[in-house]
């Protein structure tokens, strides 16, 4: 790689200059997301743990850290049962405007979860026709330096054109983990997202038949 930046102009440094930038934007998206991923876990473990043991939704939203995606639904859907007022609002019922606010909050959290997976697509998709260009471009400079000079012996060549093949090899490897780390968060995401679409529907019912409970009680 060294001898590739030494000896290369400034398409093959702009082309491996791109293929690292893309390698570290996946290793850290890679890294963040596994993270992210470990603490929604763990918040999965809280909410079922706490959540569902207090006295009521309120407490039991108030016992989950700020910031879990399980607070933040519960808190949807309690918003939902209070603020169910107004000409427009009150034409929908109450079982669907509950429904509506929690599943925006569910599809917010899984927005939240493929940040990024997008970035990891291209960089699985692109980078190795990136790598390909730079062994095309290389080939084609060191092919022309050797015409020029008059000698292809093949001890004239192999140098050139192998620094060159590099480029593909950097791109493949740049391919490689981006590609495995989409399938592997889309996969842990999936799960994820089973835990949080239970936890939701579980407090629609218990949101519903709480407030379905205190209008009875004021009727």
Same mark, same amino acid.
């Given at each position: 790689?060294?001898?590739?930046?030494?000896?290369?102009?400034?398409?093959?440094?702009?082309?491996?200059?791109?293929?690292?930038?893309?390698?570290?934007?996946?290793?850290?998206?890679?890294i963040?997301k596994?993270?992210?991923?470990?603490?929604? $876990? !763990? %918040? *999965? #473990?809280?909410?079922?743990?706490?959540?569902?043991?207090?006295?009521?939704?309120?407490?039991? &939203?108030?016992? /989950?850290?700020?910031?879990?995606?399980?607070?933040?639904?519960?808190?949807?859907?309690?918003?939902?049962?209070?603020?169910?007022?107004?000409?427009?609002?009150?034409?929908i019922?109450?079982?669907?405007?509950?429904?509506?606010?929690?599943?925006?909050?569910?599809?917010k959290?899984?927005?939240?979860?493929?940040d990024?997976?997008?970035?990891?697509?291209?960089?699985?998709?692109?980078?190795?026709?990136?790598?390909?260009?730079?062994?095309?471009?290389?080939?084609?400079?060191?092919?022309?330096?050797?015409?020029? $000079? !008059? %000698? *292809? #012996?093949?001890?004239?060549?192999?140098?050139?054109?192998?620094?060159?093949?590099?480029m593909t &090899?950097?791109? /493949?490897?740049?391919?490689?983990?981006?590609?495995?780390?989409?399938?592997?968060?889309?996969?842990?995401?999936?799960?994820?997202?089973?835990?949080?679409?239970?936890?939701?529907?579980?407090?629609?019912?218990?949101?519903?038949?709480?407030?379905?409970?205190?209008?009875?009680?004021?009727?």
């Open positions: 790689m060294d001898a590739l930046w030494k000896t290369g102009d400034f398409v093959a440094k702009g082309t491996l200059i791109i293929m690292v930038i893309m390698s570290m934007g996946s290793w850290y998206i890679l963040t596994i993270i992210d991923q470990v603490k929604l $876990s !763990g %918040q *999965a #473990s809280d909410a079922r743990s706490k959540f569902w043991k207090a006295a009521s939704v309120q407490a039991g &939203a108030a016992s /989950l850290k700020e910031g879990s995606p399980f607070r933040f639904i519960a808190d949807s859907g309690i918003k939902a049962t209070e603020h169910h007022e107004g000409a427009l609002l009150e034409q019922d109450l079982n669907t405007w509950v429904s509506m606010s929690i599943q925006r909050a569910v599809d959290v899984q927005s939240r979860l493929q990024g997976l997008a970035f990891l697509a291209t960089v699985g998709s692109t980078a190795p026709f990136v790598g390909l260009f730079g062994t095309v471009w290389g080939i084609y400079h060191a092919l022309t330096a050797i015409g020029m $000079s !008059g %000698q *292809a #012996s093949i001890d004239k060549v192999a140098g050139p054109v192998g620094e060159a093949l590099i &090899a950097i791109g /493949l490897a740049v391919a490689v983990p981006a590609v495995l780390g989409y399938n592997f968060l889309v996969r842990r995401n999936k799960s994820a997202m089973e835990d949080v679409r239970a936890f939701s529907a579980d407090l629609h019912s218990v949101v519903l038949s709480g407030n379905m409970g205190k209008t009875a009680a004021k009727k």
